[in-house]
């Protein structure tokens, strides 16, 4: 048995000379016509919008960045926010020992939060967060010390614990971004 004879059988070969007959495209050429019209329209808005959507140039630009500096999107700002914040450290004064802590915990709230941590206080944030955190425990002392400066005007505070509680920030910190 051919594969002629199985065509014919199955009637195949009438059904293919009856979708290519003349007469029958004669007919659908203005289905054809719209169709295409549609699909060309669709076809350029699609291209419209990616073109002037900030949501693709965004994440173009995100995923050139990261292919370029080798670092995730993002890493340089936390980056130069941490270097501001070891500048308020050398410069030793009260005042800006605790800037540094409030900015420290700022820093680790923002990232904690573009990395989609959610919860009502930071301590939840902190929580949902886990391991990547680090020591919990530390982080939630060093914020309890931010706190302190930020409620109590009186609170004093000594370079050391300063620069103890700038390290929690940044090695937590430092996890998160790794992560």
Known sequence: MSWETIYNFLGITEFIYFISSPELQEQLLLVKLIFITFAM????AVIYFM????????????????FFSWQPYGIREFTRRLQKIRKRMEIGTETELKLAIIEADDL??????????????????????????????????AHSVRNSIVYDPNFALDEAKAKEIINI???????????
């Not at 073109?51 to 990261?66: C, G, I, K, R």
């Not at 709230?109 to 955190?133: P, S, W």
């Open 51 to 66: 073109v002037n959507s900030t949501w693709v140039q965004y994440h173009f630009l995100e995923d050139v960045t990261e």
């Open 41 to 44: 329209f669709f076809l350029g």
């Open 108 to 141: 680790l709230a923002q990232l904690l939060d573009d990395r989609g941590y959610e919860g009502k206080t930071f301590e939840d944030v902190v929580r949902q967060a886990g391991g990547v955190v680090g020591n919990q425990r530390d982080v939630f002392e």
């Open 169 to 179: 920030y940044e090695n937590a910190i430092k996890s998160i971004a790794a992560s």
